[in-house]
């Protein structure tokens, strides 16, 4: 049986005991002898020895145990925000049964946050199209209610009292426009009804108009279907994203593009903004870029975050074409 294949408390006792067993044998074939009190020489020969022993028993002791040490420091890289990373079972049996133990659990982790993060995603959308859906009808339905009211009024006075009258219905078709703005980016109408292409468009356009930065649009046609959930995920990306260029990138011009890939369709937003730190890039501290890979790992997706052509940052997100 090799050794290796030896539980680890037999492999040190092994070690051990072969070294006791190779000082045992020196001692009793070589002519070594101890004297009371001890020679000096006797004093060296044993120091030299024990000096010996010790290191041959923590460089073994360091080759067996070693893998545990670089297993357990390979453990702490493991970012559950980048699935699919699994250890190789090689090594001792210990090793090996710790390696297969800890790809389960990262199994069982990433199973459990990815049906966690779907429900909770599920819930956050179901919440927004709640609460966009309550603006739009019911306080919607009442700012228009006094608009009509505002009108009948300023049919009926006079000049002075139509020019206040004309003031508060500004003031309420301000409202009225700063609800629907709250609706449209609770819940993207358009998303639903005419699709993730023209959503985006719209969200570019709008984006342009509030942010006074050139962007550039490239939309390839026929690109493969997506579902639902990948839908809203390529969106909530594109919109965080154009949100961080506005806030952070300090850029004068911005590209949004949508691309068929390998049964998938890639999102890529790259700015000519001063860029991002790559220790931030690289890391899942930033709110907005941990919510990004979050939204990507929901949907099967993979999200990257570099420095793009411009000098800028560039966003790339790709997700499976068809069902999430």
């Known amino acids: 049986m090799r050794l290796s294949r030896l539980p680890l408390v037999w492999r040190v006792f092994a070690i051990n005991a072969t070294l006791l067993a190779i000082a045992t044998l ?38 067996t145990i070693g893998p545990v040490d670089r297993l357990v420091e ?11 990373q699994r250890f190789v079972e090689s090594g001792g049996i ?11 659990m990262l199994d069982r982790l990433e199973t459990e946050r990815r049906e966690s993060a779907a429900r909770a995603l599920r819930a956050q959308e179901a919440e927004r199209l709640r609460v966009a ?19 009948s009024l300023a049919r009926a006075d006079d000049v002075s009292r139509a020019n206040e009258i004309e003031e508060t219905k500004q003031s309420v078709r301000q409202a009225l426009e700063e609800v629907r703005r709250i609706a449209r980016e609770l819940r993207p ?49 594109a919109q965080e994203s154009l949100t961080n260029v506005a806030r952070h990138a300090d850029a004068s011009r911005v590209e949004i593009a949508l691309e068929p890939g390998v049964e998938s369709v890639v999102l890529r937003i790259a700015d000519d903004g001063r860029g991002l730190p790559e220790a931030l890039a ?43």
């Not at 009793?28 to 030299?48: F, N, Q, Y």
């Not at 390979?74 to 699919?84: E, I, K, Q, S, W």
């Not at 930065?213 to 690109?223: I, K, N, P, Q, T």
Request: proline share 4%.
């Open 26 to 63: 020196l001692l009793a074939l070589t002519p070594v002898t101890i004297h009371a009190p001890i020679a000096l020489v006797e004093a060296i020969d044993l120091v030299v020895a024990l000096a010996v022993m010790l290191t041959a028993n923590f460089l073994l002791l360091r080759h």
């Open 74 to 84: 390979r453990m702490r890289t493991v970012d559950l925000l980048r699935p699919g």
């Open 94 to 104: 210990e090793v090996v049964q710790l390696t297969r133990t800890f790809n389960e």
């Open 133 to 151: 859906r309550g603006l739009h009808d019911e306080v919607g339905q009442v700012l228009t209610g006094v608009l009509l009211q505002l009108d």
């Open 189 to 237: 109408e358009m998303l639903e009804h005419l699709g993730l292409v023209s959503a985006l468009t719209e969200l570019s356009r709008r984006f342009a108009e509030q942010s006074g930065l050139l962007v550039s649009r490239r939309f390839a046609d026929g690109l493969p279907p997506l579902s639902g959930e990948a839908e809203i995920a390529v969106y909530r990306v």
């Open 282 to 324: 690289s890391s899942n501290g930033h709110t907005g870029l941990r919510g990004m890979r979050e939204r990507a790992l929901l949907v099967g997706g993979a999200l990257a975050v570099k420095r793009s052509s411009e000098g800028g940052v560039e966003v790339r997100l790709e997700v499976p074409a068809g069902g999430a």
